[in-house]
């Protein structure tokens, strides 16, 4: 049997209906709430092609409280515990805004003093949430030891936190109109030694880090947002000033003493996760720069007051006010409606975290699933805070 | 051939001396003795294996400024018997919707090629080797792909995502990195001229030089090739504990988990012993002690010979080590660049360069050719000799390699990260200055 020109024609009419042998469809992973770098219990639906990343999706609400409505029923002091819980790992930085709203509504003066001592613990704080952020940054693109380190450095401003306050995470440092207890003796002797020991560990991860071939591969333009999308999406914090926007609530609306230290707000330039992370190592060193002054002042006001004159039961007057100070996530605010009775008629926190979560979904369309779980870490979230 | 074995003395002569004449010689030499062998050699790998994991903690926390495991037995020494015991008598977990077979013989496969390639490995000289085959390169490369293998199976049969993405990663993984770990070994075995292992040995011993001098290059890429064969740090994308939460053993429970995490331990092993094999001289230690020995004592110097081997395979062990704790990893692109455009292109011309400087060394014209008698064991080379091939290898071969990779790779991305984000930084100030027109 030969083969006619029909069968030819049979054949090539077959080949152009080819069809591919398998079905090709996107892949949706679930990553999260259980997963090692999701930072906590967020729950990222990704849309996967391989592993080119061309949707995503967040689910939050896994950690949800109800704080804004507890606050509803509990007096001002009872609020601030609550308050500090949002965001654990910057405990002392959700107290001062807290007490800082209280008091602006109040229309409170804080002593020298209590204000000298609050910068010092909020910087701290700043010092040991972006340790944390190093270190778990750091796991999530594979590096673990340096997550150690940055424990090992945490550890000794946690020791001060526990020697003031009792507490290592979950503080309560402050209380409305100041402190109720001066330093305790060989605080600044604690803080020094911190503060000294500190330069070198810092450059210790700069020399891990900074010039590492492997970590510019998986920083350097990745997660790149521009300063327009960055100021429309709301960012605050190091992601904004990672992309170039001079934006540090200490320097636009000083609250506490901010006005008389000296220190320079760190800028990136591509707007990248490299920039980001450069940005907040960079403000590691100014947070000690402005401990040490804040330390010199401390000497100056010895044997100060350090609590306003505050009446034994806390009703402020009716009227509303917003404040935010920059927490080390960025601006972290909160909204108070005080109705002149001892509970607030509404609290409403502004997260720095769930709005720079805004940003995941542009930061990784095209990236892979391994940019994904960087730029989560670069994003610098805290689930406690987001799902309060 | 079996009077050629007679006339070694040591334990196999000694077992002959003891058994009874009834069992032919054949029987002593070619099974009993072997399954001895197989037995020793096997118990005190998967004692290495076990241990390598307490290193491994060990090490980590020594680099972490921590102590590691301290708790059970002194200074944690029984910390691999209470891991073994801990995960024999967890539960063994199949997933619903898993295929049962695959899933069942996956970690099997794994485990099984990284123990097969034990028997190849010269552990030292005169009667250490197990066997010597004469292709055994060629089997330790074919059966370290078998390992990957398990890895794939396992993936693929846990009908799971994180475990799939694994899977596919380890796939991509094997077919570009076993290229240049075959490529790279190819530059040793033109100085050996030979497969064998105890062969290729002998010959490091005959031209008393070790192959890492003449191959520095193929030393290095090799090296860089078995981490990555072996899923370490910072290639360990198969199981991207920050991505992938467990990568292709995402589903794995109990026992079955701990053959992959020993077949891991002992693929380090293998990949060690190789590189130890072919370009460290294997179990040679050099000097005047070592021919004394080998001439006099011939049983003193195999035992010797045994602990340097494994010393030396711990030393790049405990390197594979450090590069895991303190490296960040590579991403699933870039671990394809890094094979791709740079392992596998610097191989090749780490064969060419080698083959050119083998050439001329044979035809210089001055009427001594020095490198006549390569590998034919007549005599060690001389100075001039080695100065010639080592110098070629170390100053000419390594700029021209660095050379050619540069000009290929000009235009990725990854290869100046500076000069990317200088244009990177450009493009967003045109963008502005357009914006700023408009």
């Known amino acids: ?388 | 051939m079996t009077n050629l074995l007679m006339q070694i003395a040591g334990p196999a002569g000694w077992l002959r001396s003891v058994l009874p004449q009834s069992i032919s010689d054949s029987v002593v030499y070619d099974v009993i003795w072997p399954l001895i062998q197989i037995a020793v050699a096997l118990f005190i790998v998967m004692t290495l294996v076990a241990y390598l994991t307490l290193a491994e903690r060990k090490i980590s926390a020594w680099i972490q400024s921590r102590m590691g495991p301290m708790r059970v037995g002194p200074w944690g020494l029984l910390q691999p018997a209470a891991d073994g015991l801990k995960l024999l008598i967890k539960e063994d977990i199949i997933p619903l919707l898993a295929d049962k077979a695959v899933f069942t013989i996956a970690p099997i496969v794994s485990m099984v090629a990284a123990i097969t390639v034990l028997v190849i490995i010269p552990y030292g000289a005169g009667w250490a080797p197990i066997t010597d085959v004469n292709i055994a390169l060629l089997f330790i490369l074919a059966f370290s792909s078998v390992g990957t293998l398990g890895i794939i199976l396992g993936g693929w049969a846990s009908n799971s995502k994180y475990p799939l993405l694994g899977a596919l990663r380890s796939s991509a993984q094997m077919i570009s990195y076993e290229v240049a770990m075959g490529l790279a070994l190819i530059g040793p075995l033109m100085w050996s001229k030979t497969l064998s292992m105890v062969g290729i040995v002998n010959a490091q011993n005959g031209d008393h030089i070790w192959y890492v001098f003449y191959q520095p290059l193929g030393f290095l890429i090799y090296f860089v090739c078995a981490l990555a064969e072996t899923n370490r740090a910072p290639f360990d994308l198969p199981e991207a504990e920050s991505e992938l939460t467990g990568g292709f053993h995402t589903e794995y429970s109990g026992f079955r988990f701990s053959l992959y995490f020993i077949a891991e331990y002992a693929a380090m092993f293998t990949v060690s012993a190789i590189a130890v094999t072919v370009f460290l001289g294997g179990w040679d230690f050099g000097g005047l002690i070592g021919h004394f020995l080998a001439n006099t004592h011939q049983n003193v110097y195999t035992v010797i010979s045994i602990i340097v081997f494994f010393g030396k395979v711990l030393l790049l062990l405990w390197a594979f080590m450090w590069f895991r704790w303190t490296f960040p990893r590579y991403r699933y692109d870039q671990l394809m660049d890094v094979g791709w455009k740079w392992l596998i292109p610097a191989s090749l011309a780490n064969i060419v360069l080698t083959g050119v400087w083998f050439v001329i060394g044979i035809s210089i014209p001055d009427g001594k050719p020095f490198l006549k008698n390569y590998g034919t064991y007549i005599a060690a080379p001389g100075f001039p000799a080695k100065a010639y091939v080592i110098g070629s290898a170390f100053l000419v071969t390594i700029t021209l390699t660095a050379i050619l990779l540069s000009s290929i790779n000009k235009h990725s991305r990854d290869f100046n990260l500076r000069t990317q984000r200088q244009l990177q930084l450009q493009k967003r100030a045109e963008r502005l200055a357009e914006a700023g027109n408009m």
């Open chain 1, 1 to 388: 049997m030969s083969i006619t020109e029909k069968d030819i024609l049979k054949i090539a009419e077959a080949r152009t209906r080819i069809e591919p042998m398998f079905d090709t469809q996107e892949m949706t992973l679930n990553m999260g709430p259980q997963h090692p770098s999701t930072h906590g219990v967020l729950r990222v639906v990704l849309k996967l092609d391989g592993e080119t990343v061309i949707d995503l999706d967040c689910d939050i609400g896994y950690l949800h409280r109800g704080v804004e409505k507890i606050a509803e029923n509990r007096t001002y002091p009872m609020i601030a515990p609550y308050h500090d819980r949002t965001d654990y790992i910057a405990a002392v930085s959700n107290g001062l805004c807290w007490v800082e709203t209280v008091e602006k509504v109040m229309g409170l003066e804080v002593p020298k003093r209590a204000q000298y001592i609050r910068i010092i613990l909020t910087e701290l704080n700043r010092i040991t949430s972006h340790l944390l952020w190093l270190g778990t940054h750091c796991i999530d693109l594979g590096a673990f030891t340096i997550f150690l380190y940055a424990f090992r450095e945490r550890e000794e401003i946690l020791k001060i936190f526990e020697n003031y306050f009792g507490a290592r995470l979950t503080t309560h440092a402050f209380r409305i109109g100041g402190f109720w207890w001066d330093t305790y003796p060989g605080f600044e002797e604690q803080v020094k030694f911190f503060c000294d020991y500190f330069p070198e560990k810092i450059k210790e991860y700069e020399i891990i880090l900074n010039e590492n071939r492997i970590w510019l591969q998986r920083t350097v333009g990745i997660g790149l947002i521009s300063p327009e999308d960055a100021v429309d999406i709301g960012l605050t914090g190091p992601p904004l000033r990672g992309s170039g926007v001079n934006y540090d609530i200490r320097k636009a609306m000083p609250y506490e003493a901010y006005e008389e230290m000296d220190f320079i707000v760190p800028l990136g330039k591509a707007g990248d996760t490299y920039d980001r992370f450069l940005v907040r190592m960079e403000e590691m060193k100014q947070s000690r720069n402005i401990v040490l002054q804040a330390l010199d002042k401390l000497k100056e006001t010895e044997g100060q007051p350090v609590i306003a004159k505050v009446p034994k039961v806390i009703k402020p007057p009716i009227g509303e006010v917003y404040h935010s100070i920059e927490g080390p996530k960025g601006e972290l605010g909160i909204f108070l409606v005080s109705d002149g009775t001892n509970k607030p008629s509404r609290m409403r926190i502004r997260p720095p975290s769930f709005i720079n979560l805004q940003a995941l979904r542009q930061m990784c369309i095209g990236h892979l699933v391994a940019d994904v779980v960087a730029i989560i870490g670069t994003l610098d979230i805290v689930l406690g805070e987001i799902d309060r």
